[in-house]
């Protein structure tokens, strides 16, 4: 190991020092290449490598990043973590010039560096499966714009609503999780590296430099901060990717109750239900009830994190290496729900008749109302007069008297304002991935 000091290594402290890292790093590797590659290049601007072995370095890390990419990559147990097998590639591949590349960093910075690269490239590609995800939501509400559908309240019938009221909520609710995106990427968007074990390093080098090459519109300038940090972005993305969750999974109740022999409003195609293995009849909604089920999955990973990062003193502590593994683990929960329900919302099939006889006489018992309020009579009067009729049995509203047409309501949904919202958060991303990728590419120019 590059790391060892010389002395005798037990194979069990081995083994559960190093844990998952061979395996988890994987995910980190191209991002650690990419930082690395920008780390030589600074340190070739600053004097403190060779112009040669910067170019030779950045040669063989893009080569290693590509093949990280395409899962050629390998970290083999004994090297411990990613970290160390980078560089044992480098000076196989480069010689020399690839024992430079750990000068001026930390394991710590460069660990930080790789994770919030990666948390960058996860939260645009989150952003965009949400993204996704909304407008489905807004083509199924546009598409039943108008068809009735029971509003609940307390799980009983409360008012009228619309399939289209429906969908337009999760779209809508999915628009401000965009919003929110952008908050969180203001936290991302600092450059960690520069600040090695957590003090800096006492060597002429250019952090700026690094997060300009890299993208980042700032230097997280506190070595000790940088590292207190580590877990406060992993929990600040997994937060963002529960309350996404927390939204989804009202909605994936409320298609699980829908598509039930006793509502009926909805049906779920073949391809997302499962048969019983003893009852022939059934179409059972396994990928709903699995779904709902990685929504509350989500609370628990982040909480996992959150205790792990949590409780202990400032600076670094190896403590740390156990928030990568529920970390990945959440970003990849959030981005197959998001893949999955992108899916299964354009081919839900509504059962309109179904909701339309759900829709009684009393869905209209405050519409009523409103109606006598409108003829002169006070509301708590128009109120006691409605309840008495539904309780005598003389209730017959008039349905088409009102419509809640204010905005947002059912003749109002205002669709072209929420798609033009989605629209901008889009193109928020795009212009963003765009913005990175250029960087990247400069880091990697010959």
Known sequence: MLWSKGLPLDAAIHRFTVGDDPQVDLALAPHDALGSAAHARMLARVGLLPEADMR??????????????????????????????????????????????????????QVQLALRLMLREQVLQLGAGAAELAGAFLDFAQAHANVPLPGYTHMRRAMPSTFGMWGAAFAEGLIEELEALRGLWARIDRCPLGAAAGFGVPLPIDREYVATLLGFSRVQRSPIDVQNSRGRYEAATLAWANSVAGGLEKWLWDVSLFSTEEFGFLSLPDAFTTGSSIMPQKKNPDVVELARARCRELRGIARQVEEIAGGLPSSYHRDFQLLKRPTLTGLATIRELLDVLTRLVPVLKIRAEAAARACDDTLYAAHQAYVLVGRGMPFRDAYRQVAREISDGTFHPDRTALTATHLGGAGNLALDQTRSELNAARSWLTETHRALAACAERVWQP
């Open 56 to 109: 030779a370095l950045v040669a063989a890390l893009r080569t290693l990043h590509d093949e990280a990419r395409a899962g050629k990559f390998t970290i083999r147990p004994e090297q411990e973590d990613g970290h160390t097998a980078l560089e044992a590639a480098l000076v196989e591949r480069v010689g020399d010039p690839g024992r430079r590349i750990h000068l001026a960093r930390s394991r710590n910075d």
